[in-house]
Every structure is written in C-alpha cells, then in structure tokens.
C-alpha cells in the first residue's frame, strides 16, 4: 500500500461522507466502508504514516465496536446508534485524518502538483 493509495482511498470516503446519500450516521458508515481495506495493521506501514494509521485505527475501531457495533448495524437494519455529537465529531475526525494524509502526499510528490 503506497502513501498516494492511502490518500485516495481517504478522498473517496471524506466524498461520500460529504456527498453521499443519506443521514450522517448512513454517510459515515458508507465512508468507512470505502475505505476499510485500509484498517489492515499489517500492511499500515507500508505507506499509512503511522501517527496517521493510528488515528484512523481509533475512528474506524470507534465505529465499528460498541454495544451495538454500529458499522454491522446500520448495514443490515439503517438503525443509528451514533449520537448526533458523536456522529458529528467522527465526521470531522475522518476530514482531519485525510489532510493529514494528504498534506503528507503533496509534500512528497510536489511535481504532480504543479501547473
């Protein structure tokens, strides 16, 4: 897994939660979805910035246990157990873990970035 992939991958899930269908607790379950292959320790270091891998480990763990283990929940039954705070700070967490990445991507790839 490269640094570009990981970035790609976190694009794709900040787009669907930006514009996907449905409530935010639908939208982060389908982000995390998009971008699960990425929750794989043993291929983490090879491109996932391990500060990086690290929070995104927390988020997608954080949505995917609990009493309800929300994730397998909100895919077969659409219930929500996510409180709006909750659902809203999972959200901008998911943002910040791609600028993050990103910002890592650009920095190390400037040439793809210029005019």
Not at 63 to 80: F, I, Q
Request: proline fraction near 4%; glycine fraction near 6%.
């Amino acid at each position: 897994m490269s640094l570009g992939y990981v970035s790609e991958q976190l694009a794709a899930a900040v787009i669907t939660l930006a514009s996907g269908a449905g409530s935010l607790n639908e939208r982060l379950h389908n982000a995390a979805m998009s971008c699960h292959t990425l929750h794989d320790p043993h291929q983490q270091k090879a491109g996932f910035p391990p500060a990086e891998y690290e929070r995104f480990d927390r988020w997608f763990d954080e949505l995917s246990s609990g009493p309800n283990e929300w994730l397998e929940d909100t895919h077969k039954s659409g219930s929500a157990a996510l409180g709006a705070s909750d659902a809203k700070r999972l959200a901008e967490e998911l943002v910040s873990i791609y600028a993050a990445v990103h910002a890592r991507y650009v920095l190390a790839h400037p040439e793809a970035f210029r005019e």
